[in-house]
């Protein structure tokens, strides 16, 4: 038996944009880059799963006509397992709306200072910087929600709740 090709399509489409909007930095792309990639993964074990059969009940049928339920079984544990992760998403993305006005994932402090190590040359992988202190990169590396005001962010705060 061979899979039906709009379905492998499908499949491909479904992750290719999913993996496409892991890649940005919007938590609620991330979101619905998370829910396409978990509608292709329950759409390929359908593929996978082959053609439908009998009900996998004894007695009902031949067993060699019975589908095979396992994964029926594996698509609703991978619905399960999506939906709490979309859950979860969900809720960094209301509550660094909350907090900072938008939901966008900032950079990592540590990894903004290798960057500028390595624009300037100086990154060398066989030493440690033992004689930069964290607390002085982290006051001169510039924060997205500094530029908002505590008025600005209480006004998002309030449009929440609304």
Do not use: C, K
């Amino acid at each position: 038996m061979s899979p039906n090709l709009v379905l492998v399509v499908v499949i491909g489409v479904l992750f290719g944009t999913g993996v496409y909007l892991l890649l940005e930095r919007s938590l609620t792309r991330v979101l619905i880059g998370v829910a396409l990639i978990g509608n292709g993964a329950n759409l390929l074990l359908l593929v996978a799963g082959g053609a439908a059969g009998g009900p996998p009940l004894l007695g009902s049928g031949p067993e060699d006509e019975m589908s095979d339920p396992l994964p029926q079984a594996m698509v609703l544990t991978a619905i399960v397992i999506t939906l709490g992760f979309t859950a979860f998403l969900l809720a960094m993305a209301y509550r660094s709306w909350q907090l900072h006005g938008h939901d966008e994932v900032q950079d990592d402090l540590e990894d903004r200072r290798i960057a500028r190590r390595a624009e300037r040359g100086e990154l060398d992988p066989r030493t440690d910087d033992a004689t930069t202190s964290v607390d002085l990169e982290a006051a001169q590396v510039r924060d997205e929600t500094e530029e908002l005001t505590a008025a600005e962010i209480a006004a998002n705060a309030e449009e929440g709740r609304r």
